[in-house]
């Protein structure tokens, strides 16, 4: 079985990298990454060296590379997981999440079709996506099913949307073996600091202020990026092809909710007073178009395939606040670009 992961050097692609890598020794796993300023070989140190994994610099726009890659590798499984990923930078450049996000899938679609065409026995197309697709919550009631109509409104969730709408066109009009996932928002180790968290964290460390959007009165649904992982791992393998799975914990928190339990974690680790952290939150002009509220209905996979997330949030939250107060190197390093350019003199770009 030779599966390739793109975006493997990206949050959630290192977490699914490693688990496929170490749950796997039989399997073959390249991890096919353009190394953007989101993609960083740091994440996967500790597997770097497995004799099952490889790593190779690609950019999934590039349509003739990837046809040229499938046809030498003869993948067996795609998990696609590249993407442009942040909403903020969607707005502020919304061609680039065209490019990579829609064209950029379209052209693995392509090169999976072209390599599997006749033989789609034992493949599978598995497409990473979010529960953004589904819009916005407004009034407050319901959750995201499966069958909730797509109703983006950033470029980033629009371009994702559009990217599924792709996937489920290759499976209606060429037959391909697809399956869909919407995940809720994640968090973890390894997350870019430009996502609520991790930013919150730095500049906590720091006493730096914590720039929150609006009235903090948006509600996010967040999911560990392991129990992420995990569940890709679960819906690969017993997933049914043709069909899409929303993964979530049921984990709803208004923006500024959690940035105070944030607040407070940090004051007990850093030995800080109690409501010291609090007093860097900083509100600022809201983001055009931000949704008020996300929450994903997973019911189909906890049923269908027995998963459910391992850990509650406040158990999540302190853990992932350790790993980066024990990270700060890490931390340091991708907010300077430091191993960006260590990375572009070994791989070139
Ligand atoms: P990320 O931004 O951390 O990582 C994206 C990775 O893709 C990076 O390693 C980057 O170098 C790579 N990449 C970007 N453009 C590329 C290109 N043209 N060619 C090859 N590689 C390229 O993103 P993430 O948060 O890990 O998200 C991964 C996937 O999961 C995305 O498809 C995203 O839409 C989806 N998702 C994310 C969340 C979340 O909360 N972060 C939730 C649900 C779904
Ligand atoms: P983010 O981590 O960017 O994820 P997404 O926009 O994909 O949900 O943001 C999570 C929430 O936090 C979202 O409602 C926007 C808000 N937010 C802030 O209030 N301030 C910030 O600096 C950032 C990055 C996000």
Same mark, same amino acid.
């Given at each position: 079985?030779?599966?390739?992961?793109?975006?493997?050097?990206?949050?959630?692609?290192?977490?699914?990298?490693?688990?496929?890598?170490?749950?796997?020794?039989?399997?073959?796993?390249?991890?096919?990454?353009?190394?953007?300023?989101?993609?960083?070989?740091?994440?996967?140190?500790?597997?770097?060296?497995?004799?099952?994994?490889?790593?190779?610099?690609?950019?999934?726009?590039?349509?003739?590379?990837?046809?040229?890659?499938?046809?030498?590798?003869?993948?067996?499984?795609?998990?696609?997981?590249?993407?442009?990923?942040?909403?903020?930078?969607?707005?502020?450049? $919304?061609?680039?999440?065209?490019?990579? #996000? /829609?064209?950029?899938?379209?052209?693995?679609?392509?090169? *999976? @079709? =072209? &390599?599997?065409?006749?033989?789609?026995?034992?493949?599978?197309?598995?497409?990473?996506?979010?529960?953004?697709?589904?819009?916005?919550?407004?009034?407050?009631?319901?959750?995201?099913?499966?069958?909730?109509?797509?109703?983006?409104?950033?470029?980033?969730?629009?371009?994702?949307?559009?990217?599924?709408?792709?996937?489920?066109?290759?499976?209606?009009?060429?037959?391909?073996?697809?399956?869909?996932?919407?995940?809720?928002?994640?968090?973890?180790?390894?997350?870019?600091?430009?996502?609520?968290?991790?930013?919150?964290?730095?500049?906590?460390?720091?006493?730096?202020?914590? $720039?929150?959007?609006?009235?903090?009165? #948006? /509600?996010?649904?967040?999911?560990?990026?392991?129990?992420? *992982? @995990? =569940? &890709?791992?679960?819906?690969?393998?017993?997933?049914?092809?043709?069909?899409?799975?929303?993964?979530?914990?049921?984990?709803?928190?208004?923006?500024?909710?959690?940035?105070?339990?944030?607040?407070?974690?940090?004051?007990?680790?850093?030995?800080?007073?109690?409501?010291?952290?609090?007093?860097?939150?900083?509100?600022?002009?809201?983001?055009?178009?931000?949704?008020?509220?996300?929450?994903?209905?997973?019911?189909?996979?906890?049923?269908?395939?027995?998963?459910?997330?391992?850990?509650?949030?406040?158990?999540?939250?302190?853990?992932?606040?350790?790993?980066?107060?024990?990270?700060?190197?890490?931390?340091?390093?991708?907010?300077?670009?430091?191993?960006?350019?260590?990375?572009?003199?070994?791989?070139?770009?």
């Amino acid at each position: 079985m030779h599966i390739l992961i793109t975006g493997g050097a990206g949050f959630i692609g290192s977490h699914v990298v490693r688990r496929f890598v170490n749950s796997y020794p039989e399997y073959r796993i390249t991890n096919l990454d353009k190394l953007t300023y989101a993609g960083n070989l740091e994440n996967l140190r500790d597997i770097e060296s497995r004799n099952n994994y490889r790593f190779i610099r690609g950019d999934i726009t590039d349509g003739d590379a990837m046809l040229e890659l499938f046809r030498k590798e003869r993948f067996d499984g795609v998990i696609h997981l590249a993407a442009e990923s942040h909403v903020d930078r969607s707005i502020a450049n $919304p061609t680039e999440f065209v490019m990579t #996000n /829609v064209v950029g899938t379209v052209n693995l679609l392509n090169a *999976a @079709r =072209a &390599i599997w065409k006749d033989a789609y026995e034992g493949k599978l197309f598995y497409h990473v996506s979010t529960d953004e697709v589904y819009g916005s919550l407004e009034g407050g009631g319901g959750m995201f099913t499966e069958t909730t109509p797509y109703d983006p409104h950033s470029p980033y969730s629009a371009s994702k949307a559009s990217s599924d709408h792709f996937v489920r066109s290759w499976r209606d009009t060429y037959g391909l073996p697809v399956v869909i996932s919407n995940c809720s928002n994640n968090y973890g180790a390894f997350q870019f600091p430009e996502k609520l968290i991790p930013l919150f964290i730095n500049n906590i460390r720091n006493e730096e202020p914590l $720039p929150v959007y609006g009235k903090g009165e #948006n /509600v996010r649904d967040w999911l560990w990026v392991v129990d992420h *992982a @995990r =569940a &890709i791992d679960v819906i690969y393998h017993g997933g049914t092809q043709g069909e899409t799975y929303n993964i979530g914990g049921h984990n709803e928190w208004r923006n500024i909710d959690l940035v105070r339990l944030l607040c407070s974690i940090m004051d007990r680790k850093l030995g800080r007073p109690a409501g010291e952290s609090e007093k860097l939150i900083a509100y600022v002009t809201d983001r055009a178009g931000h949704d008020l509220r996300y929450a994903i209905d997973s019911t189909k996979l906890q049923g269908e395939l027995g998963w459910v997330p391992s850990i509650r949030f406040e158990e999540g939250l302190e853990i992932t606040v350790d790993w980066y107060l024990m990270n700060q190197e890490w931390l340091d390093g991708v907010t300077s670009g430091e191993y960006k350019n260590y990375y572009r003199r070994m791989y070139g770009g």
